[in-house]
């Protein structure tokens, strides 16, 4: 009893900070840009974070899994990651300039660079909550994410004073990476930096970083279809649209976060039950998360973005479903990445990828931004259930090899 009291206090820590975060993103940042700079502006400059985020998000995460994951059967060390990390640094500055290049968004030398560093501070701060998942101190997990969102207010008002938007984003970032460089344990360096772990950390970061890079992309490819096929203005729209849907799918990574903090304490196996009560209490959580969302949004954007809610309206209950669905699969495929073979998590975004593919682009082409928004429910729907089915199937094999 105690330890199930421990895991809800945890996940409600978890979750404040990050709703934290993200409220000021959703409540203070976004809003002042696109009063600021106008919808197009903010479609484009959420079209950029999206390309930032599939290798930045990806990276960091992929690391941080890899030392959980390492850390179930060994102690693990700071150094091998550090450098993943700071090899990873040098081709996310590269990243910055070809999406300067060849990202179809006009940016200077002075935001060019501020992208690069963005993007490295970004990749090493998603990273850096390993610390609290190693230690299952998510008290300190809490801080850290508020100590980030207090940081995006001071970067709004840096962003008063330049006009430079990436500011915002990057103090904090950095605010967040100096509370565990002064407070956590994962940024000291080892006396023998290369050690034998490295070669395992590298292989295994790169396995998961092939799967998440994939579940990010995805992720954000609505932004990336929307602009590309529609324009700037549709990716606004669906933004605001799906705003608290997305803000309940960004969830997954603290929630992701304790729930393999405990499961590598987890000695049993996935039992037939276990997933009957995984998947009906995903199937609650998707009706109960669908409908929140959709209230909120009737409620909420009408003050936040008065401008466009006749817009949007229309879209609420699809945008607000898809991200849901997308979120309860990201669980699941969590779950599964303890319990079954690695490449379990590549097979479900592959299978999302090809259905997004197949539904989503002709959707947007032929159907406009209603079409879109149906398209990726039913798209998310299915990465849900194939998530579910890798769970059973899973099940199905450890009953055969008994």
Same mark, same amino acid.
């Given at each position: 009893m105690r330890s199930k009291k421990k895991m809800l206090a945890d996940s409600a820590y978890s979750v404040s900070g990050l709703v934290f975060m993200n409220a000021v993103l959703q409540?203070?940042?976004?809003?002042?840009? /696109?009063?600021?700079?106008?919808? /197009?502006?903010?479609?484009?400059?959420?079209?950029?974070?999206?390309?930032?985020?599939?290798?930045?998000?990806?990276?960091?995460?992929?690391?941080?899994y890899a030392r959980m994951r390492k850390s179930v059967s060994a102690k693990t060390r700071n150094t091998p990651y550090m450098v993943i990390l700071a090899c990873a640094s040098l081709v996310a500055l590269d990243v910055a300039f070809l999406v300067s290049m060849l990202g179809g968004v006009e940016l200077d030398l002075a935001e060019t660079l501020?992208?690069?560093l963005l993007?490295?501070? &970004?990749?090493?701060?998603?990273?850096?909550?390993?610390?609290?998942? #190693?230690?299952?101190?998510?008290?300190?997990?809490f801080i850290y994410y508020s100590l980030i969102g207090v940081g995006y207010l001071v970067g709004l008002l840096l962003f008063y004073i &330049?006009?430079?938007?990436?500011?915002? #984003?990057?103090?904090g970032e950095l605010f967040g990476l100096l509370y565990v460089l002064l407070r956590g344990r994962i940024f000291i360096?080892?006396? /023998?930096?290369?050690?034998?772990?490295?070669?395992? !950390?590298?292989?295994?970061? #790169?396995?998961?970083?092939g799967a998440e890079v994939l579940s990010t992309f995805i992720f954000n490819a609505d932004r990336i279809i929307l602009r590309s096929l529609i324009g700037s203005e549709a990716v606004a729209d669906y933004y605001v649209a799906s705003l608290f849907g997305k803000t309940a799918a960004l969830l997954t990574v603290p929630l992701s976060g304790v729930v393999i903090g405990y499961l590598a304490k987890y000695k049993g196996v996935l039992s037939h039950k276990l997933?009957?009560?995984? &998947?009906?209490?995903?199937?609650?959580?998707?009706?109960?998360?669908? !409908? !929140?969302c959709t209230f909120a949004s009737n409620i909420f954007i009408p003050i936040i973005y008065p401008d466009r809610l006749d817009a949007v309206k229309a879209y609420f209950?699809?945008?607000?479903?898809?991200?849901? #669905?997308?979120?309860?699969?990201?669980?699941?495929?969590v779950i599964l990445l303890r319990f079954a073979r690695s490449k379990y998590q590549l097979y479900?975004?592959?299978?999302? !990828?090809?259905a997004f593919v197949l539904i989503c682009i002709p959707c947007a082409i032929f159907g406009g931004l209603r079409a879109f928004c149906i398209g990726l429910a039913l798209t998310c729907l299915i990465r849900f259930l194939f998530a579910a089915g890798l769970g059973y199937y899973t099940v199905f094999l450890k009953k055969q090899n008994l």
């Open positions: 409540l203070a940042v976004y809003p002042i840009w /696109e009063r600021r700079l106008g919808a /197009e502006a903010l479609g484009d400059i959420l079209y950029l974070i999206s390309l930032m985020s599939v290798f930045a998000v990806s990276m960091g995460v992929s690391v941080g501020l992208l690069g993007m490295c501070a &970004t990749m090493w701060r998603y990273y850096a909550d390993v610390e609290y998942k #190693l230690y299952l101190n998510y008290k300190r997990f &330049t006009e430079l938007w990436l500011l915002a #984003l990057l103090v360096i080892d006396d /023998e930096p290369f050690t034998p772990e490295l070669d395992f !950390a590298a292989k295994l970061s #790169l396995t998961f970083f997933m009957n009560m995984i &998947t009906a209490g995903a199937g609650i959580g998707i009706f109960l998360g669908s !409908a !929140a209950v699809s945008a607000n479903l898809s991200q849901i #669905l997308y979120f309860a699969s990201n669980v699941i495929t479900v975004n592959a299978a999302y !990828a090809v």
